[in-house]
C-alpha cells in the first residue's frame, strides 16, 4: 500500500484503547515513532490483528480517535511495531501541519548566510 502523506519522526505519548483477540479490553500508554496525517506508526504490547479498530487518544491535546490495524510487525521485546490508520481525515490531530501530497524535500528553501 502507497503511503499518503509525508511522514515525520515525532514521539507523541498516546493513550491505545482495545480489545485483545480473546475480546478481553485493553489500554496501553505508549508514543508514536513516526506519524503523518492518515495516522501513525507506534508500539504495543497489546495483542492486536490487521485491521482491528482502535481508539487513539492524543495526551498532549486529549483529542481521540478511531483508527483501523494496517499493519502488525514482529514483536521485539515485547512490543510489536503497529501501523495505525484513521478511520476519517483527521491532519490537524497531531497538532502539526504537513507538507502537501505532492510536496518535494528537494525543493525546499535553505537560509541564506550573512555575508560578513
Not at 503511503?3 to 505519548?13: G, K, Y
Amino acid at each position: 500500500m502507497r503511503q499518503r502523506s509525508t511522514r515525520v519522526s515525532l514521539a507523541i505519548p498516546v493513550f491505545v484503547y482495545g480489545r485483545h483477540p480473546s475480546d478481553a479490553p485493553f489500554k496501553e500508554i505508549t508514543q508514536t515513532l513516526e506519524i503523518n496525517a492518515n495516522g501513525c506508526l507506534l508500539e504495543l504490547e497489546a495483542s492486536v490483528q490487521k485491521e482491528q479498530s482502535l481508539l487513539v487518544a492524543n495526551m498532549n491535546t486529549k483529542e481521540e480517535i478511531s483508527c483501523n490495524v494496517v499493519s502488525v510487525g514482529k514483536i521485539v521485546n515485547g512490543k510489536a511495531r503497529i501501523g495505525l490508520r484513521f478511520t476519517q481525515p483527521s491532519p490537524r490531530f497531531w497538532g502539526i501541519t504537513f507538507p502537501p501530497d505532492d510536496w518535494d524535500p528537494a525543493d525546499r528553501k535553505r537560509p541564506v548566510k550573512a555575508e560578513r
